[in-house]
């Protein structure tokens, strides 16, 4: 049995891992393992600011502390480009760029004029798939190891 304000996090079916979040604020996301690894990996807001990647990208049941620039934490990717290690997708305050922060700092993925109306990560790919969907209609799409990709509205077509 969990105590108040404990948070169980499955980390593989036959064990799981209990630690001491802010369970009013907590938050969770879940996503693929990273390349060469079979455990998936987690994400669990441990409040004010911090958060809690676990996986096994290093040792079994690693898990890493990060805080994240200011915004809306919106996933975690298997993979962050600067040290290939699981990192906090995050959506900035001002609802226009998208970037990945790790260990090592931030990478942006996506930076708009357009304000973005909502931000999807994948949990089932270790490309670390992620889709961005603006206000003004506009899709964008980002796949590690690929450039990302904006299509706008067609805005003169026909009615």
Same mark, same amino acid.
């Given at each position: 049995m969990l105590g108040?304000?404990?948070?169980?996090?499955?980390?593989?079916?036959?064990?799981?891992?209990?630690?001491?979040?802010?369970?009013?604020?907590?938050r969770?996301?879940?996503g693929a393992p990273p390349p060469g690894r079979t455990q998936?990996?987690?994400?669990?807001?441990? &409040?004010?600011?911090?958060? @809690? !990647?676990?996986?096994?990208?290093?040792?079994?049941?690693?898990?890493? /502390?990060?805080?994240p620039p200011p915004g809306e934490v919106v996933g975690v990717v298997p993979v962050?480009?600067?040290t290939e290690r699981p990192g906090l997708v995050v959506l900035d305050e &001002?609802?226009?760029?998208? @970037? !990945?922060?790790?260990?090592?700092?931030s990478t942006q993925l996506?930076? /708009?004029?357009?304000e973005i109306a909502q931000v999807v990560v994948s949990p089932y790919h270790?490309?670390?798939?992620?889709?961005?969907?603006t206000r003004a209609g506009s899709l964008g799409f980002h796949n590690s190891g690929q450039a990302?990709?904006?299509?706008?509205?067609?805005?003169?077509?026909?009615?």
């Open positions: 108040a304000g404990t948070v169980a996090v499955e980390v593989s079916p036959t064990e799981s891992l209990s630690m001491k979040v802010d369970a009013f604020g907590a969770t996301f879940y998936p990996i987690a994400a669990v807001r441990m &409040g004010q600011g911090l958060w @809690s !990647v676990l996986s096994e990208a290093k040792a079994p049941n690693y898990s890493v /502390l990060l805080t962050e480009p600067k &001002g609802r226009r760029s998208v @970037s !990945v922060c790790g260990r090592r700092g996506f930076s /708009l004029s357009e270790a490309d670390s798939v992620i889709t961005v969907v990302s990709v904006i299509m706008h509205p067609d805005t003169k077509g026909k009615s």
